[in-house]
T-cell receptor, first 111, second 113 residues
């Protein structure tokens, strides 16, 4: 099945720094979703995006649905130690109900 | 809040055993999914269901079957467990509406020895 290209694969940052990650696809998506997964747990939904150009925030997290509908971005501002985890994107094509997933970005925050 | 509940968090089974992984969602969602997650391979779709008694193969259905007798419940069955099925299994559900969102359970860690 299709996988989304997510980058970077991993990030090591100092507490307080901002973080950016993105996902790209060769296909046009009508939905972009961002999740955080802690070790041994299921993914938890952070932000859902449904319209091209849409910018949505959830606390210190901001995500954008790219204008081309082929990409999405997630930013985390002023990172804290509990931001540690794996972040991944998911998308849904215009047709069909399957979701496609990014390979994940592993975030480490150094206190 | 959407709740997707997986009945077993941790299981250890012997090779050749039949294994049942149960999943229940409480939001009347149309669509339900089973994925497995392995390091370096990401999430891979095993089976999904758009309706009661309906199922579709995903990317890696071999060695698995599913059952959806009721809308809220989607079961994954390993007919004869093998060591290469040791993995984290994730159940998910989605409403299937225009603004669709997929919600995951907590995961089931299966070890086959």
């Amino acid at each position: 099945g299709q996988q989304l290209n997510q980058s970077p694969q991993s990030m090591f940052i100092q507490e307080g720094e901002d973080v950016s990650m993105n996902c790209t696809s060769s296909s046009i998506f009508n939905t972009w979703l961002w999740y955080k997964q802690d070790p041994g747990e299921g993914p938890v939904l952070l932000i859902a995006l449904y319209k091209a150009g849409e910018l949505t925030s959830n606390g210190r997290l901001t995500a954008q649905f790219g204008i081309t509908r082929k990409d999405s971005f997630l930013n985390i501002s002023a990172s804290i130690p509990s931001d540690v985890g794996i972040y991944f994107c998911a998308g849904q094509l215009n047709t069909g109900n399957q979701f496609y997933f990014g390979t994940g970005t592993s975030l480490t925050v150094i206190p | 809040d959407v709740k997707v509940t997986q009945s077993s968090r941790y299981l250890v089974k012997r090779t050749g055993e039949k294994v049942f992984l149960e999943c229940v969602q409480d939001m009347d969602h149309e669509n339900m999914f089973w994925y497995r997650q392995d390091p370096g391979l990401g999430l891979r779709l095993i089976y999904f269901s758009y309706d009661v008694k309906m199922k579709e193969k995903g990317d890696i259905p071999e060695g698995y079957s599913v059952s959806r007798e009721k809308k809220e419940r989607f079961s994954l069955i390993l007919e004869s467990a093998s060591t290469n099925q040791t993995s984290m299994y994730l159940c998910a559900s989605a409403p299937g509406t225009v603004e669709n969102t997929i919600y995951f359970g907590e995961g089931s860690w299966l070890t086959v020895v």
